[in-house]
Structure formats: structure tokens, C-alpha cells
């Protein structure tokens, strides 16, 4: 089976510009995640979707950063206005459902740097 | 979530088994423990997962103390592939709901180096 697509694969942009990030998740998973990895620390989840509607997004920034999932299947990320502290790996995961102890299935992640 | 302790860094030799430990000393009864692992530059991966008894699978065993209290995750026999980031997480599964349900939170792991 076809696992979590991502791109782009690596992106630099100048501070106080804006970008975007595409995830599409293993057909037919309907939970989805994005982490936000810092170079050194363990990824943190920003964001987590069931379906087409948001479950936890305590952790994102919603300043800047804003997600969606408009029919349940592909997702995008977008930081705007973006800050140097933004450079990082953005991981998009899936995991069958919420509901039980399903293992996540992660993507190779968008390396984004802030100059 | 319970967190989780682990050494920072092992070091293992090609051929043998690579014991790598976690604490969780607060880990509740509805807590699974999760193993993933990060090889450089690829996203996380998952390994394998446990309630309270050992579980084995085709990449590794857990070992899970009687008390819960601990962890430890075993590869048989380590390759050069296996050099890793290696995360344990403890996860409430199940119909526990709230807004941790589902989610991994990620520590520092330990880098586990396999050498020739």
C-alpha cells in the first residue's frame, strides 16, 4: 500500500512569508496528524483531524499557523506570517481511527527553513 | 499522559541484541506503552505496543515489568539499519476519550548507534 505522501520535500523561505504544506494520508485512514519536529527534539503534534473535523489543535499556533481537511482525505498547513523559530521538519501521520490503538503511519516530512 | 525516561544515547555491536530501557513510573491502567523509531531524515516509525504483557513482532520484543513501571525493547539481532532514534511513549488507547486520546507525545529518545 501507498504510504503518506508529502511535499514539498524542503522549502526556504525569507521571514514574513507566508507557506503551505501538502499531506495525503494512506486511503482510507481517518485520522490525521501534524508534528512540527525541531532539529534535536522529538516531533510535537500541532494539529490531529478525524475525518474532516478538528480533535486537538491545543498545540498549534493559530496566530499564524491554520490546517484543514475540507473532505476528510487530503490536508494542507500553512504558516503565515513566517517566523525564523518556524524552521523545522513538519511530519504529517495517519492512523486508521481515534478510536482505538491504531499505530500512526508518518510521512518523510517537509523540511522548512526561515532566513 | 505518563512521560517516559530514557537514556539518551546506547551503542550496540552488529550481530547482537540491543536492550534499550524506559521508565514510566506513572503510567495509568488505561496507558499502552508504544515503541517508534526515527532513522535519520525519515519520519517516525512504528515499532510495537503493549498493554501489560510481553508482545513480539518481526522487528522486536517489549518486555513489560509486572508493575508497569517499566519497559524494555528488545532488537535480537542489531544491524547497522537499526542506528535510530528509538522514542517509548505511553498512550491512552481505547474508548478513553478527551483530546489526548490518540496522541503521541514524543520525548527525546535515545540514539541507538549500531557498530560494525
Redesign the interface.
Known amino acids: 500500500e501507498a504510504g503518506?505522501a508529502q511535499s514539498p520535500r524542503y522549502k526556504i523561505i525569507e521571514k514574513r512569508q507566508s507557506v503551505a504544506f501538502w499531506c495525503n494520508p494512506i486511503s482510507g485512514h481517518a485520522?490525521l496528524?501534524w508534528y512540527q519536529q525541531i532539529l534535536g527534539?522529538?516531533?510535537?503534534?500541532l494539529i490531529?483531524f478525524q475525518n474532516n473535523g478538528v480533535?486537538?489543535d491545543?498545540q498549534l499556533p493559530k496566530d499564524r499557523f491554520s490546517a484543514e481537511r475540507l473532505k476528510g482525505v487530503d490536508s494542507t498547513l500553512k504558516i503565515q506570517p513566517a517566523k525564523l523559530e518556524d524552521s523545522a521538519v513538519y511530519?504529517c501521520?495517519s492512523?486508521l481511527d481515534?478510536?482505538?490503538?491504531y499505530?500512526?503511519?508518518?510521512?518523510?516530512?517537509t523540511r522548512l527553513t526561515v532566513t | 499522559d505518563a512521560k517516559t525516561t530514557q537514556p539518551p544515547s546506547m551503542d550496540c555491536a552488529e550481530g547482537r541484541a540491543a536492550n534499550l530501557p524506559c521508565n514510566h513510573s506513572t503510567i495509568s491502567g488505561n496507558e499502552y506503552v508504544y515503541w517508534y523509531r526515527q532513522i535519520h531524515s525519515q519520519g517516525p516509525q512504528y515499532i510495537i505496543h503493549g498493554l501489560k504483557n510481553n508482545e513480539t513482532n518481526e522487528m522486536a520484543s517489549l518486555i513489560i515489568t509486572e508493575d508497569r513501571k517499566s519497559s524494555t525493547l528488545i532488537l535480537p539481532h542489531a544491524t547497522l539499519r537499526d542506528t535510530a532514534v528509538y522514542y517509548c511513549i505511553v498512550r491512552v488507547a481505547g474508548n478513553a476519550g478527551g483530546t489526548s486520546y490518540g496522541k503521541l507525545t514524543f520525548g527525546q529518545g535515545t540514539i541507538l548507534t549500531v557498530h560494525p
Open positions: 503518506v485520522t496528524y527534539q522529538g516531533p510535537k503534534l490531529q480533535v486537538d491545543s511530519l501521520a492512523s481515534l478510536m482505538f490503538s499505530e500512526q503511519y508518518f510521512g518523510p516530512g
